[in-house]
């Protein structure tokens, strides 16, 4: 068997791996006005690509003048995952091109594969499990992983995870071993922070062209695209 290229591969959720058709925001939405009564749009402008879960919450909390408490920002994500169940049944939720191949090779191939991605433990678990994809991905505590407990900047999900990495391998893993595959210029600037190279796959709302100039090293339309299947598999 080829030896893979990359000790560790790191994949983002929303917009890499699948496409929940708007269930996150219309559940988070739910759960703030459950606790901070009606939001009358004061979210309409709010981005939520690549940032995590709890500085979503924070950024939420500012523009609706309010303090950011960590036993509130627990109890909005708490209801936001309770939302998230009934969400993800509406329409619109897809797994993105190529994914499903993609994941089958990696795993018949004995790649160490693991999530980084700003969401919740929880949140991420039922988006995946939508598609049948949470059966590709550990969970629990000896997992690899980076959620969004593991730091509000998206720089401490991906060191997490390396890190894990390299528990799970008993050795350090370089920077430059692992790759990160993600959808935003969050991902890339995040794991730039920490060293590690990315494929950005433009199945959100980045095209090739803005991940490009973001500085991601690789970049393709899908993970479907031979360029994108090169990288991740030499």
Known sequence: MTKLPWAVYLFDVDGT???????GRR??????????????????GLRLDGMTDRLIVRETLRLLGRPFEEALCDALLARYVEHLHGELDGPGYAVLPGVVEVLEALRARGALVALC?????EGARLKLAR???????????????????????????????????????G???APSEALVIGDTPRDVVAAHAVGIPVLG??????????????????????????????????
């Not at 791996?17 to 269930?23: F, S, T």
């Not at 988070?28 to 309409?44: H, K």
Request: aromatic share 8%; with cysteine.
């Open 17 to 23: 791996l699948v496409n929940a058709g708007g269930a």
């Open 27 to 44: 559940a988070f939405e739910r759960a703030v006005g459950d606790r901070c009564g009606p939001l009358d749009g004061a979210l309409a």
């Open 117 to 121: 991605t700003g969401n919740v433990v």
């Open 131 to 169: 598609g049948r994809l949470d059966r590709y991905f550990e969970w629990g505590a000896s997992a690899v992983y980076g959620f969004a407990h593991d730091g509000e900047e998206r720089l401490h999900v991906v060191a997490a995870a390396l890190r894990r990495a390299g528990e799970r391998l």
């Open 171 to 173: 050795r350090p893993v």
């Open 201 to 234: 796959v433009a199945t959100g709302r980045y095209g090739v062209e803005e991940l490009r100039r973001a500085g991601a090293e690789h970049v393709a339309p899908s993970l479907e695209d031979p360029a994108a299947r090169g990288v991740l598999f030499g």
